[in-house]
């Protein structure tokens, strides 16, 4: 049993370059999350997703896009990637609304651009 | 604007003594939130959980409580282990689902 898994786990992209982040779950959730994690801030929610092919904006949005075409996937996308979009990534998954409230984390996936 | 404010960075203990972590919120809408670990190089851990209609939630050597009127969570574990030795996040939500989270507190468990 796999979990969360993030693909890739680290990155570095120069400005303006385009890439996708891969979170799989294999625990038959119905809730994904996408989340960012800086320096001195907590981690802060940038897309969810409540049901394939449903999506919804979290608190820092701008920037990014997401896709969930698949019940186990959620992909996050940078069109064009900047200095600011430098951070850890994390995706999570939550079985849903009337479960114990706690997600299940992927290891991360730490970007950089240059 | 910090919806979840963690004020101590980091925390030391002595194994086997009480670690209190301790969380403040500011949105009074909020009526759930959880606790996270976080080992260096992994994802967060789900810990424990409290909704606004309890003041305290038991799970082994953890404990949340909750004080509604001060906006004001906190974590006790008892005894503290070297391997509790990671930061803690709370986090808040007022929907069950966009949870708002604080920056952590690195707690040591000095053996």
């Known amino acids: 049993n796999a979990g969360v898994t993030q693909t890739p786990k680290f990155r570095v992209l120069k400005t303006g370059q385009s890439m996708t982040l891969l979170c799989a779950q294999d625990m038959n959730h119905e809730y994904m999350y996408w989340y960012r994690q800086d320096p001195g801030m907590g981690l802060r929610l940038i897309h969810y997703s409540v049901g394939e092919g449903t999506t919804a904006k979290g608190e820092v949005p701008d920037g990014y896009n997401v896709s969930r075409l698949k019940k186990q996937n959620f992909l996050l996308g940078l069109e064009s990637a900047a200095p600011s979009q430098t951070s850890v990534y994390f995706c999570?998954?939550?079985?849903?609304?009337?479960?114990?409230?706690?997600?299940?984390f992927g290891s991360g996936t730490r970007l950089t651009v240059v | 604007d910090q919806q979840v404010k963690q004020n101590s960075p980091s925390l030391s203990v002595q194994e086997g003594r009480i670690s209190i972590l301790n969380c403040d919120y500011t949105?009074?809408?909020?009526?759930?939130f959880l606790w996270y670990k976080k080992y260096p190089a992994e994802g967060p851990t789900f810990l424990i959980s409290?909704?606004?209609?309890?003041d305290k939630n038991e799970d082994g050597r953890f404990t949340v409580f909750l004080n509604k009127s001060a906006k004001h969570l906190s974590l006790h574990i008892v005894p503290s282990q070297p391997g509790d030795s990671a930061v803690y996040f709370c986090?808040?939500?007022?929907?069950?689902?966009?949870?708002?989270f604080g920056t952590g507190t690195s707690l040591t468990v000095i053996p």
């Open positions: 986090a808040g939500s007022n929907t069950g689902n966009q949870f708002y």
């Open positions: 949105n009074s809408m909020f009526d759930y």
């Open positions: 999570a998954s939550r079985r849903d609304m009337t479960a114990n409230y706690g997600y299940t």
């Open positions: 409290i909704s606004s209609i309890k």
